[in-house]
């Protein structure tokens, strides 16, 4: 086997919270005067920071956001993954198949990857391997998270294969000389693969990508 290693990314990897994360951010940058749709969201905020994001939202208004919108967003998609959550389609049978460690590296806090985590009951597989960007300061696209990960596993980036669905989390991987696996729809898949990433659409395809 070539890799020795696995690192999924969390949001949109393992479990399927981007489109519950956008809407509720469209909807709050409606509120304050920002007239952005889904797929706005989906091409400027997927797999960037949330400080990233705001700053974003902060330019199309053109003022400073609300001191307490952070802490309503966080509280409202908290509430949303609690009713909504979803695990990726298959994640949990290829997981089974891994014959090797794996973890998850997330731009996210770890306190949101650890509830998502519960959610879908995939925290069992994940316990104690959970990488989070706020515990280092450093977020996608730069590679410390994932080299972060890679050393915390014991593996150098070149045994390690990661496993994202954003541009951010792909550009950090090749950066930081990881092999990585787009896991990609029609509207991403020729940006991914210029970016150096395999392509796959179903979680099912990966296993057989990674040679398991």
Same mark, same amino acid.
């Given at each position: 086997?070539?890799?020795?290693?696995?690192?999924?990314?969390?949001?949109?990897?393992?479990?399927?919270?981007?489109?519950?994360?956008?809407? @509720?951010?469209?909807?709050?940058?409606?509120?304050?005067?920002?007239?952005?749709?889904?797929?706005?969201?989906?091409?400027?905020?997927?797999?960037?920071?949330?400080?990233?994001?705001?700053?974003?939202?902060?330019?199309?208004?053109?003022?400073?956001?609300?001191?307490?919108?952070?802490?309503?967003?966080?509280?409202?998609?908290?509430?949303?993954?609690?009713?909504?959550?979803?695990?990726?389609?298959?994640?949990?049978?290829?997981?089974?198949?891994?014959?090797?460690?794996?973890?998850?590296?997330?731009?996210?806090?770890?306190?949101?990857?650890?509830?998502?985590?519960?959610?879908?009951?995939?925290?069992?597989?994940?316990?104690?391997?959970?990488?989070?960007?706020?515990?280092?300061?450093?977020?996608?696209?730069?590679?410390?998270?994932?080299?972060?990960?890679?050393?915390?596993?014991?593996?150098?980036?070149?045994?390690?294969?990661? @496993?994202?669905?954003?541009?951010?989390?792909?550009?950090?991987?090749?950066?930081?000389?990881?092999? @990585?696996?787009?896991?990609?729809?029609?509207?991403?898949?020729?940006?991914?693969?210029?970016?150096?990433?395999? @392509?796959?659409?179903?979680?099912?395809?990966?296993?057989?990508?990674?040679?398991?």
């Amino acid at each position: 086997m070539k890799y020795k290693c696995i690192i999924f990314d969390c949001d949109g990897v393992l479990v399927d919270s981007e489109e519950i994360s956008s809407s @509720v951010l469209v909807n709050m940058s409606k509120e304050i005067g920002a007239e952005i749709n889904l797929d706005y969201a989906n091409e400027n905020f997927t797999g960037k920071s949330l400080k990233s994001c705001f700053e974003h939202i902060e330019k199309l208004v053109g003022s400073p956001l609300p001191n307490e919108f952070e802490k309503d967003y966080r509280d409202r998609t908290f509430n949303a993954f609690k009713t909504d959550l979803k695990p990726i389609e298959g994640i949990h049978e290829l997981l089974d198949k891994i014959p090797v460690p794996y973890c998850t590296a997330s731009n996210g806090p770890l306190d949101k990857m650890k509830l998502n985590l519960e959610i879908t009951n995939l925290m069992d597989k994940f316990e104690g391997w959970m990488f989070s960007a706020y515990e280092i300061g450093k977020w996608k696209p730069d590679p410390a998270l994932f080299e972060h990960a890679a050393k915390e596993m014991g593996y150098k980036p070149k045994e390690c294969a990661v @496993v994202e669905d954003s541009m951010a989390g792909i550009v950090a991987a090749k950066r930081g000389g990881f092999d @990585v696996f787009g896991f990609a729809n029609e509207r991403n898949k020729d940006a991914f693969e210029k970016e150096g990433a395999k @392509v796959f659409f179903e979680m099912g395809e990966l296993r057989g990508l990674l040679n398991f």
